[in-house]
């Protein structure tokens, strides 16, 4: 039937599903640029997931208590589940899973910037459960209302991991802020240099997001990156504040015909040079992502020789 409508006609029809919250599945027809744009943002996601493995990763072998060691191993493994339905979803569209890994692998992609800052100390793995984690949700909680079903779905289970991750990083904040002078030091620390990274992951303020307009129109994105971003600070200025650690902003204010916190200047130049590759870690990141596909070669391989054995045997 698609061929006898003309394009506009076709498009005026998606849109009109769009509007009444319809969910666009794989096989129904969708403008070229929608699925380019969720393409996009979907491998996007999926790269930062399993790139967000590493600088956790970096510290399972020296988790501080067996407790903390099996918690921390679950949630590294959760973000490799998430990065794995992402792909998946990401298929759904059309795209190919190896190719969209070589443009990770090969610098072309995108993932988020705040996976190219170190982890320093063990409070970062409390202030990344609690900020990281914490932003994160704020973004996709939106995102399981998105138009396109498969990404919708896949976030409704993200989400639910997303807020024990969050749980368990708030967990290790607080008993370091109430432990010992150094321990409190060690979270302040961590606060002071997650902080900002943390509100740059909602990337580019409203005026100069490029694709917000347009993904809000086809219900993709639910919330601007900027309306998103002061949820946050409204959210966790508070928890902040309830185990006595300081937010690292002297602009940061209370306002009370907002009802919301003001807050200072994002360093937009550092945004930039992360997100074009001059991070702190993003020559490592990628690095350490081609060995880890290197080093998974023989299982590959040897995965792929028993699947051509049992056929050749069922074949027999
Ligand atoms: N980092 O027009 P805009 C997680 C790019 S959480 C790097 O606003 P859009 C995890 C953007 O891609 C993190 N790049 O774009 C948590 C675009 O570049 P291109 C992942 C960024 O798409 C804990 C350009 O800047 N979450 O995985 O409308 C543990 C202009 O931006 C960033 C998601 O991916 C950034 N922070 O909005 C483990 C959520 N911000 O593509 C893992 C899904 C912007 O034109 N994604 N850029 O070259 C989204 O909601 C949206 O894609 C964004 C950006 C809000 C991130």
């Known amino acids: 039937m698609s061929q006898e409508l003309s394009i506009e006609e076709l498009e005026k029809r998606f849109q009109e599903k769009i509007d009444a919250e319809i969910k666009i599945e794989p096989n129904d027809w969708m403008p070229d640029d929608y699925r380019k744009t969720l393409i996009r943002q979907i ?18 072998t020296r988790a501080p208590s067996l407790r903390r060691k099996a918690v921390l191993l679950a949630k590294v493994q959760d973000e490799a589940g998430h990065g794995l339905y992402l792909y998946s979803a990401a298929e759904t569209l059309g795209a190919d899973r190896e190719e969209t890994i070589d443009d990770l692998h090969s610098g072309k992609a995108k993932y988020s910037s705040i996976f190219n800052y170190p982890t320093l100390s063990w409070a970062d793995m409390g202030t990344i459960g609690w900020l990281v984690d ?3 949700i704020m973004n996709q909680v939106p995102l399981c209302r998105c138009s396109y079903g498969p990404y919708a779905r896949a976030m409704v289970r993200v989400c639910k991991e997303e807020s024990f991750h969050q749980r368990q990083g708030f967990e290790i904040v607080t008993k370091l802020a109430q432990g010992t002078p150094e321990q409190k030091e060690m979270a302040q620390d961590s606060l002071n240099r997650w902080w ?27 919330n601007t990156n900027d309306d998103l971003r002061q949820q946050f600070v409204d959210i ?38 992360v997100i074009r590759g001059n991070g ?13 596909k290197e080093n998974g070669k023989w299982v590959r391989e040897a995965a792929l020789a028993h699947a051509e054995k049992r056929k050749m045997k069922k074949a027999v």
């Open 43 to 60: 491998s996007q996601h999926a790269h930062s997931e399993i790139v967000g493995m590493l600088p956790e990763g970096n510290w399972i």
């Open 134 to 136: 914490g932003a994160a």
């Open 196 to 222: 900002w990274p943390s509100l740059m992951m909602f990337g580019p303020s409203d005026a100069d997001s490029q694709h917000t307009a347009q993904s809000m129109k086809w219900k993709i994105k639910r």
């Open 236 to 273: 966790t200025v508070p928890q902040a504040e309830l185990i006595g650690l300081t937010i690292p902003d002297p602009d940061l204010k209370w306002n009370e015909e907002r009802q919301s916190y003001d807050f200072g200047e994002i360093n937009w130049d550092e945004f930039n040079q």
């Open 280 to 292: 702190p870690c993003n020559k490592k990141r990628i690095e350490d992502r081609r060995n880890a």
